[in-house]
């Protein structure tokens, strides 16, 4: 996927993953759209990239298709999506308001779908573009305490997967990128840090350099590190054994 003299809309631009990828897209050449709801933050990245920041809350159902709407306006049409902002919460699932399960489904499920749903006819018109999500290993293996923001990104990712499919040979390329623990504002914005001693977080901008080379390859999917394909396996070909070890270590 050539990104030079493209457009690109990056939701969640404002903070972490997403606006390092914002900058790394606009070094390549990109035309931005930065999407958040954080307007100071938006407005100095879009000085910085050139780019045009759009401000808004994917919690609200139709944010996504006037992002879309708005997008297109703007830069007469998007030719990479990256599917980015997300929101955490962790504690146990007993304790979890029903509002936030909602708040969650709404920004990390139901958001990047209606944005997706808007943006990939044009694509498929074109026979060019590329559609990036930003899961997560949580959504790859479940994990205690984040019961509901596991299920919004495995979720995504089989959404991703069967989209993937459904765009077989239409010239729009869809991809995952999938982060183990990255050195953000993440899990202050979700209100409780990080507590585990592994695996170390990594730093944000290692991990935006391989999402974008991830969109330059037209990807289909990538972890972030390499290594989080193990667990994954074990789960896949021996579930009985992962279980006896995510309950052993966690
Ligand atoms: N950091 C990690 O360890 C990690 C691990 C696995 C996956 N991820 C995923 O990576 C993605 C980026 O996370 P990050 O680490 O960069 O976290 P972050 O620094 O907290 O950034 C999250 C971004 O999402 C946006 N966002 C959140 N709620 C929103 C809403 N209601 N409406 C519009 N935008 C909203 C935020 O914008 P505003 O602040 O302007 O609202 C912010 O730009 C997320 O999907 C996350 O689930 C992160």
């Known amino acids: 996927m050539r990104i030079a003299d493209r457009v690109a809309l990056v ?17 390549a050449g990109a035309r931005l759209v ?7 933050r938006l407005a100095d990245l879009a000085e910085r990239t050139g780019g ?35 929101v955490g919460w962790a504690g146990a699932f007993a304790g979890m308001a029903p509002a936030d399960i909602e708040r969650l489904v709404a920004v990390n499920l139901v958001a990047p779908m209606r944005l997706t749903r808007a943006l990939l006819p044009a694509m498929c ?12 290993i949580a ?5 205690a305490g984040e019961a509901v923001y596991a299920a919004t990104k495995a979720g995504l990712d089989t959404f991703a997967e069967s989209l993937r499919l459904e765009t077989r040979g239409s010239g729009v390329g869809v991809g995952v990128f999938v982060p183990g623990v ?20 990594l730093p944000v901008d290692r ?27 074990v789960r896949g070909a021996a579930p009985g054994l992962y279980r006896w070890l995510a309950g052993r270590f966690g």
């Not at 994917?58 to 703007?74: F, G, Q, V």
């Not at 959504?139 to 994990?143: A, I, K, M, Q």
């Not at 991990?207 to 396996?233: I, K, M, N, Q």
């Open 11 to 27: 939701t969640g631009a404002s903070s972490g993953i997403g606006r390092a990828v914002a900058l790394r897209l606009a070094g």
């Open 34 to 40: 930065l999407h958040g709801r954080d307007q100071q």
């Open 52 to 86: 045009v920041a759009v401000t808004g809350d994917l919690a609200r159902p139709e944010e996504a298709s006037r992002l879309a709407e708005e997008a297109t306006r703007l830069c007469g049409g998007v030719d990479i999506l990256v599917n980015n902002a997300g």
């Open 125 to 136: 018109a074109r026979r060019d573009g590329y559609v990036m999500f930003v899961t997560s």
């Open 139 to 143: 959504g790859r293996t479940g994990v």
């Open 182 to 201: 990255v050195e953000t504002e993440f899990f202050q914005h979700r209100g409780r840090p990080y507590e585990r001693r592994s695996p170390r977080p």
């Open 207 to 233: 991990v935006a350099d391989l999402l974008v080379r991830t969109v330059a390859a037209g990807g289909a999917e990538r972890y972030s590190p390499g290594w989080l394909r193990l667990p994954v396996a």
